[in-house]
C-alpha cells in the first residue's frame, strides 16, 4: 500500500463499493419492515431517583389509606418502605449491578410494585386478601427481571400483604410459600400454556397451607371454608394477571423472556426466512451452531435457549452480500478473487455491523442484537491479513480485526466459540475425534489468548465445560456412518 497508484486503487474500490450498497438499501427487498412508530416500540427513559420517587410515595400513600390515618400508622409505614427501598437498593448494588443502569429495568421494576399494592389493596378492601396475586408479580419480576429478583419480591410483596391485614402471620406465609413455588418454576415456563400450569400449582400451594392453618386452629369451619375458596380463586387470577400483563410489559420495557425467544426461534419469522432462501449456507451453519451453544449453555446451566436462538440470528448480516461467504458459494468463482486482501477483510467485517442493523429494522430483541455484535469480538481474519503480507509485510493485523465488541456475557462467548468451531470443523478433510478435539481446543485457547473473553464473567472452569460439550457436539455430528450397498 505504500506505492500512490494502489492507494488511489483501493480508495476508489471502496468508494464504489459503498455507492453499490447504498442503491440496494433504496430498492430493498421484501418484506418491507417500516420503522417502529407506535408507542409500544418507543424507549422509556425516566430518571432513576424520580422513579424512586414516585414508587416510595404511591406506596407510602396506598399503605396508610390501606390502615388507619393517625401518626403511629404512618411512622411505621415510613420505616417499613423506607428499609424496603434501601434493603432492594443495596441488594441490586451487590448483585444486581446491571440492573440499576438499564433504566427500563429501573421503572419496571418500581412499577410492579406499585401495580402490586395497588391490587392487594382492591383485593382485601372488596374481595378477600387471600386473593391478593403476590406470585404473579413475583413470576413476572423473575421473568423480566431476574430470578434474584424474583424471591425478592416473593418476601418483599408478601410482607407487604401481611402488612395491609394488620399484620397477619397466616397471609404471610399463604403468599410467600405460593410465590417461591411460581418463582421456582419460572426458567421452565417455555409457552402460554404453562402459566397456567403455575396457577394450579400456585392455588394448590395455597390450598394445603389454608389447611394446615385450619388445624392449627386458626379458623373456624366458616372461616376456612372462605380462605380455602378464595387462596384457590388465587390460582385463577394469578394466570389472568400474568397473561394480561405479561406481553405487554415485554414490549413496553424490551425485555426477552423464554416465550419471546421461542417466538424468535420460529423460522416462519421473516428474517430467518430471508436467511434459508437467500443464504441457504449461511442458514445450515447457523443451525449446527445453535445446536452446539444450546447443549454448551446447558452444561453451565446458562440460558441455552438464548444460546440456541443468538445462535440463529448471529450471522444474518451476511444477507447484505451472501455470496461473498463461501458457506454460500456454489461454484468455483470466488467472489474474493479479483479483490484485494483489505477490500475482501472490509466485506467480511462489514456483516456484523450489517446484521445490527438488520437485526434492528427487523424489531429483534436487543439480547439477540449483542449477540450479533459480539459474535466475533475482536479477533483478526488471518486468511486476508496473511495475503496482505505477501503484498507488503508493514501491515498491521489491527487493520484486520473486527471492531468488536467482545462478548460482554457467558452466552456471547458460547456462541463465538461455536460459530468458529463449526465452521472450522466443517473444514476438516477427515472429520475424526481426535482432528475435532484438537480444533476445537486450539480455537478456544486462541481466543483466550486473544483477550476475547475479558469483558465477560466467563471462567476457566466453564471453558473446560464448554470445551468438553462441544467436542462431543460436534464428533456426534460428523459420525462415521455406513456405507449403505446401493
Not at 419492515?33 to 404511591?58: D, G, W
Not at 391478593?132 to 410483596?157: D, E, H, K, T
Not at 380455602?228 to 389472568?240: Q, R, S
Not at 495475503?387 to 458460547?414: C, H, M, Q, W
Request: charge should be positive; include cysteine.
Amino acid at each position: 500500500m505504500n506505492n500512490p497508484f494502489e492507494k488511489l486503487k483501493f480508495w476508489i474500490t471502496f468508494v464504489l463499493i459503498k455507492f453499490v450498497r447504498k442503491l440496494r438499501t433504496e430498492r430493498p427487498k421484501s418484506p418491507v419492515v417500516r420503522e417502529p412508530k407506535n408507542l409500544l416500540s418507543k424507549e422509556i427513559k425516566i430518571p432513576t431517583f424520580i422513579s424512586l420517587i414516585f414508587t416510595v410515595t404511591a406506596i407510602y400513600c396506598m399503605f396508610v389509606t390501606g390502615l388507619a390515618v393517625n401518626y403511629k400508622t404512618m411512622l411505621g409505614a415510613v420505616i417499613l418502605i423506607a428499609a424496603s427501598a434501601a434493603f432492594f437498593i443495596l441488594y441490586a448494588r451487590s448483585k444486581e449491578k446491571m440492573m440499576l443502569k438499564d433504566n427500563d429495568a429501573v421503572v419496571l421494576m418500581c412499577l410492579l410494585f406499585i401495580i402490586a399494592v395497588l391490587m392487594f389493596q382492591i383485593s382485601r378492601e372488596y374481595i378477600s386478601a387471600f386473593v391478593s396475586p403476590a406470585s404473579a408479580f413475583a413470576l413476572m419480576s423473575a421473568m423480566l427481571l431476574s430470578p434474584r429478583f424474583g424471591i425478592l419480591y416473593a418476601v418483599s410483596l408478601s410482607s407487604f400483604v401481611a402488612f395491609l391485614n394488620f399484620m397477619r402471620f397466616d397471609i404471610f406465609i399463604v403468599m410467600l410459600c405460593g410465590s417461591v413455588v411460581a418463582v421456582a418454576g419460572a426458567q421452565s415456563i417455555r409457552s402460554r400454556a404453562d402459566f397456567i400450569n403455575t396457577g394450579i400449582k400456585t392455588a394448590a400451594v395455597h390450598a394445603i397451607i389454608i389447611i394446615m392453618f385450619y388445624f392449627f386452629g386458626s379458623y373456624n369451619v366458616t372461616e376456612f371454608k372462605h380462605n380455602l375458596f378464595y387462596g384457590a380463586l388465587n390460582g385463577a387470577f394469578v394466570i389472568i394477571i400474568i397473561l394480561v400483563f405479561m406481553p405487554l410489559f415485554e414490549k413496553l420495557f424490551s425485555r426477552t423472556t423464554n416465550i419471546k425467544l421461542l417466538e424468535l426461534s420460529d423460522f416462519n419469522n421473516p428474517l430467518l426466512k430471508r436467511l434459508i432462501l437467500e443464504a441457504p449456507g449461511t442458514y445450515h451453519h447457523s443451525v449446527m451452531a445453535a445446536d452446539i451453544a444450546e447443549q454448551a449453555a446447558n452444561v453451565i446451566n446458562d440460558n441455552s435457549l438464548l444460546a440456541r436462538v443468538g445462535a440463529y440470528y448471529h450471522d444474518i448480516g451476511k444477507l447484505k452480500n451472501p455470496q461473498y461467504f463461501i458457506e454460500n458459494q456454489v461454484s468455483d468463482n470466488n467472489p474474493h478473487d479479483g479483490l484485494s486482501p483489505t477490500m475482501s477483510n472490509l466485506i467480511l467485517v462489514s456483516h456484523v455491523k450489517d446484521g445490527v442493523t438488520l437485526a434492528k429494522q427487523y424489531n429483534v430483541d436487543s439480547e439477540i442484537i449483542n449477540i450479533i455484535g459480539q459474535h466475533h469480538g475482536t479477533t483478526s481474519i488471518h486468511t486476508f491479513y496473511h495475503r496482505a503480507l505477501e503484498e507488503s509485510p508493514n501491515i498491521d493485523i489491527e487493520n484486520f480485526r473486527y471492531p468488536g465488541p467482545k462478548p460482554a456475557t457467558k452466552v456471547a462467548a458460547i456462541v463465538m466459540i461455536a460459530d468458529s468451531s463449526e465452521a472450522a470443523c466443517r473444514c476438516i478433510e477427515e472429520p475424526t475425534a481426535t482432528r475435532i478435539k484438537d480444533t476445537v481446543e486450539k480455537i478456544i485457547n486462541n481466543k483466550f489468548i486473544d483477550g476475547q473473553f475479558s469483558d465477560c464473567p466467563i471462567t476457566l472452569k466453564d471453558l473446560e465445560a464448554i470445551r468438553s460439550s462441544i467436542i462431543s457436539t460436534i464428533i456426534g455430528i460428523y459420525h462415521i456412518r455406513i456405507e449403505y450397498k446401493e
